[in-house]
């Protein structure tokens, strides 16, 4: 799996095992759902960059914990020669929320970004939250990849 992980701003300071929890969740993700021939984009961001995109992309003028641009779901040409079979599109996550929500739910940091990877992953996989039935399905797909990591609630 084709993994890029990157930070804005770039003067963000992102310690290494945030870096590695990330790719651990990718992996997982992809190793589970059968996209190991896959690429996905995860940008480590703050609330102010991230609140930004929030307002541009999706009209909710605050900041929020991660974004996911699925590339299926847009209108983008066709990726030729791309490195990997399939490009799943980008994650856009805010250190600053994952931080926050750890200590709001009592769970560590890591915790929290491994989780908020995973929901994003299962965005770009196509699931979604938005009917009941389907914020069930994606609750328990969360659950399932969340045991395999060994970070059960």
């Not at 990997?84 to 009592?106: K, M, N």
């Amino acid at each position: 799996m084709e993994i890029a992980i990157g930070k804005e701003p770039d003067t963000l300071e992102v310690p290494q095992e945030d870096v590695d929890a990330v790719r651990r969740a990718v992996l997982t993700v992809g190793r589970l759902y059968g996209a190991l021939d896959a690429e996905v984009s995860v940008t480590l961001t703050n609330d102010a960059h991230i609140h930004v995109l929030n307002r541009d992309y999706r009209g909710v003028d605050r900041p929020t914990d991660v974004l996911s641009f699925a590339l299926t779901e847009s209108e983008e040409p066709e990726i030729i020669d791309a490195p990997c079979g399939v490009v799943l599109g980008d994650l856009v996550i805010s250190l600053e929320r994952a931080a926050a929500q750890a200590e709001e739910y009592g769970h560590s940091f890591l915790r929290e970004l491994s989780f908020l990877t995973v929901h994003g992953m299962l965005h770009l996989l196509g699931y979604d939250h938005i009917e009941e039935e389907e914020r069930l399905e994606m609750e328990e797909e969360q659950r399932h990849v969340m045991d395999a990591l060994g970070i059960a609630r």
